[in-house]
């Protein structure tokens, strides 16, 4: 394995102990991910030559989304009046726009159905009343969560599409196992919070792959590494 392979981003660490084990995180660059390209060929390029037995190949929810044509251009999108509306009332973070414009949440709508999206939206103003936030993804489920709009940070030409949550996490993590012989898990990761889409394995603990990568050691902004490598060594 060549070392120089491995990038550790600016600001991450290598290295993260839960739960009394440490796991290094081993992120690996690629090139800009599109529809051009198969996830499956993708994931043998990057990530099979530099695995070793007991690894992990953990991949970032967006590129399995783009290169299943779910990445959508803004231009393509026209929010209804609901979704302007709705969209007045996310949550604005550092970490990325969220549902928090008219073509995210107009995305959510058709994702997730408009009675889910307004039942959630409902929630949420509760919760809110009593001080509590993140409500409102309890209900809509992960395909609201997992949308992603364009930000100052965003890859082009990504920084003009909404990217959907992708489809089939648990088949498509099952299907590059098969092909590469190693575990795989699909990940939603930020900076602000963290959930596992798709596992190879079912017996694969979620709960852990969170805490092992809640830091988003693959970055927030344009290091351009959307997979890498979970390795214990202690």
Not at 129 to 146: D, K, P
Not at 156 to 184: C, F, H, M, T, W
Request: with cysteine.
């Amino acid at each position: 394995m060549a070392e120089e392979k491995y990038i550790v981003n600016e600001g991450k660490n290598e290295v993260i102990e839960v739960d009394g084990a440490k796991y290094r995180r081993l992120c690996l660059k690629t090139h800009i991910i599109t529809d051009k390209d198969n996830i499956i060929d993708v994931a043998k390029t990057y990530g099979a030559p530099y695995l070793e037995p007991g690894d992990i190949l953990f991949i970032t929810e967006k590129i399995v989304a783009c290169t299943q044509k779910r990445a959508i251009p803004m231009a393509d999108i026209h929010p209804r009046p609901l979704a302007k509306f709705l969209c007045k009332f996310v949550l604005k973070t550092p970490y990325g726009i969220g549902l928090g414009i008219p073509e995210t949440m107009e995305m959510a709508l058709r994702e997730c159905g408009t009675v889910k999206i307004l039942f959630a939206a409902a929630v949420s103003a509760v919760g809110k009343l009593f001080g509590v936030r993140g409500w409102f993804y309890q209900v809509a489920g992960y395909r609201a969560r997992a949308i992603d709009g364009p930000c100052e940070f965003t890859i082009p030409p990504y920084n003009n599409y909404v990217v959907l949550a992708p489809a089939q996490p648990d088949k498509v993590a099952r299907e590059i196992s098969d092909a590469i012989g190693y575990p795989v898990t699909i990940t939603d990761i930020n900076d602000l919070e963290g959930q596992i889409l798709g596992t190879s394995d079912p017996k694969m603990d979620r709960d852990l792959l969170v805490k092992i990568l809640k830091d988003n050691p693959i970055g927030q902004e344009s290091q351009q590494t959307p997979m890498g490598i979970i390795r214990k060594v202690g």
